[in-house]
Nanobody
Framework: QVQLVESGGGSVQAGGSLTLSCAVSGYTEISSCMGWFRQAPGKEREGVATIFSASGRAEYADSVKGRFTISQDNAKNTLYLQMNGLKPEDTAMYYC?????????????????????????????WGQGTQVTVSS
């Protein structure tokens, strides 16, 4: 049974930092898209950052480029999201997700290799979410 469990959310002031963790169990796909997504009240879920697990290539939404960093520790089966320079508009429930590349639209490739699209949100496996609140 695949399980993704997020942790690390909380309340911070604008400009602060948080690191989210996602512990993954029961999932053995070597080549996958892993990602962090968020959903604010009244808004659609959006992709924040993705990583192609086989190569570690990361992609970011424009709104978080230069502030957030996605990473993975394969030995610990854990996905991370380092968030710096947090803004009130980053306030949302944050979810981690995994997709075994069985769905069209999740990934593409260029000269740099395969990468996962941040605009694709129909991942197969999801965690329960962790709340991030940024006050001004």
């Amino acid at each position: 049974q695949v399980q993704l469990v997020e942790s690390g959310g909380g309340s911070v002031q604008a400009g602060g930092s948080l690191t989210l963790s996602c512990a993954v169990s029961g999932y053995t796909e070597i080549s996958s898209c892993m990602g962090w997504f968020r959903q604010a009240p009244g808004k659609e879920r959006e992709g924040v950052a993705t990583i192609f697990s086989a190569s570690g290539r990361a992609e970011y939404a424009d709104s978080v480029k230069g502030r957030f960093t996605i990473s993975q520790d394969n030995a610990k089966n854990t996905l991370y999201l380092q968030m710096n320079g947090l803004k009130p508009e980053d306030t949302a429930m944050y979810y981690c997700a995994a997709d075994p590349l069985t769905r069209a639209g999740a990934y593409t490739w260029d000269r740099g290799g395969t990468y996962c699209l941040t605009g694709f949100t129909r991942y197969e496996y999801w965690g329960q979410g962790t709340q991030v609140t940024v006050s001004s």
